[in-house]
């Protein structure tokens, strides 16, 4: 049957930024505060703090861009997309390319979604596994991630399309 992605919550719908940021918050809220997703059988964590307007430093982090944390604007494209998160974490269709990195010395998992354009990473920690963030990719980046991918894949000797 395959991966069936809800809607986007499309930004053109509500009258201003705050309107838009609350109903993803709601969204957000109902997937990771009040349950949790579940990847291979592991509860998903977030990185709740520093809070900012009442809501988890992961909401923020996955609904803006920028370097500058305390500075940050609407990415809309990523933002539009938070229904997919969930999901994705939770399913084990084969549509998904799945690897995992070490990036500043932190290890992650990567699930990524090449028809979509859309990359969650999650980092592995000593008492379990944290949602870090998700954003939509673009043409350059795919390419990167699909080498990434295909390099990780060969050093380990598994199939392409395995979860692993």
């Given at each position: ?114 028809k ?13 596994i ?9 043409k ?14 060969k ?10």
């Amino acid at each position: 049957m395959g991966l069936k992605l809800p809607p986007l919550v499309k930004y053109e719908q509500f009258m201003s930024d705050e309107d838009f940021l609350d109903a993803l918050y709601e969204y957000f809220k109902q997937d990771f505060v009040l349950t949790k997703p579940v990847y291979k059988s592991s509860p998903i964590r977030l990185k709740r703090f520093p809070l900012r307007n009442n809501r988890e430093a992961t909401f923020y982090h996955i609904t803006t861009t920028g370097k500058d944390e305390n500075n940050r604007n609407i990415d809309v494209p990523r933002a539009e997309r938070i229904r997919w998160i969930k999901p994705i974490i939770e399913t084990n269709d084969r549509i998904l390319l799945v690897w995992e990195n070490v990036r500043k010395k932190e290890e992650s998992i990567l699930l990524y979604h090449e028809k979509e354009n859309f990359l969650i990473v999650l980092r592995k920690r000593s008492n379990g596994i944290v949602f870090w963030t998700s954003f939509y990719t673009n043409k350059c980046y795919k390419k990167k991630l699909l080498k990434e991918y295909s390099e990780y894949h060969k050093k380990l000797k598994t199939p392409f399309f395995q979860r692993t």
